[in-house]
């Protein structure tokens, strides 16, 4: 069998799916337009408005990776508490332990980039596992 590279039909989808999955997430957790371009590393509001219309160029590889991430983490979060309102407490309260050492997840992410996404995805996923005995 031989890999061929994704048609760019097929990238575009992905790329769209990826960002209505990114908005509906950013809505659930009232990120205002300036923290979902940090989020995403979209360069400002006005482009950010375009990405929302569907006028944007597709997402670089890291905006994907960042899009995916969000959605781990709210995966994640749903998956533990079944709940939206407390994800979105989750993701807005001050948290004592390591990493966050009395920041919220959000203002964590935010503050720290890709790396922090990784991590915060990375935990999440940890917690949800099941213990051995």
């Not at 503050?111 to 949800?128: D, Q």
Request: contains cysteine; charged residues 20%; aromatic residues 6%.
């Amino acid at each position: 069998m031989i890999l061929q590279p994704a048609s760019r039909r097929v990238v575009r989808h992905a790329s769209t799916n990826a960002l209505k999955r990114f908005f509906v997430i950013a809505d659930a957790w009232e990120l205002s337009p300036l923290q979902q371009c940090r989020l995403l590393r979209i360069p400002s509001p006005q482009v950010l408005t375009r990405y929302r219309l569907g006028q944007a160029p597709r997402l670089s590889a890291s905006q994907q990776e960042r899009a995916a991430l969000i959605a781990s983490v709210q995966q994640s979060l749903m998956a533990e508490s079944g709940s939206k309102d407390r994800a979105w407490a989750w993701v807005h309260a001050p948290q004592a332990n390591p990493p966050f050492d009395g920041d919220s997840p959000l203002y964590f992410m935010l503050e720290n980039g890709l790396p922090a996404l990784r991590e915060v995805a990375r935990m999440l996923v940890r917690e949800s596992e099941p213990r051995g005995i």
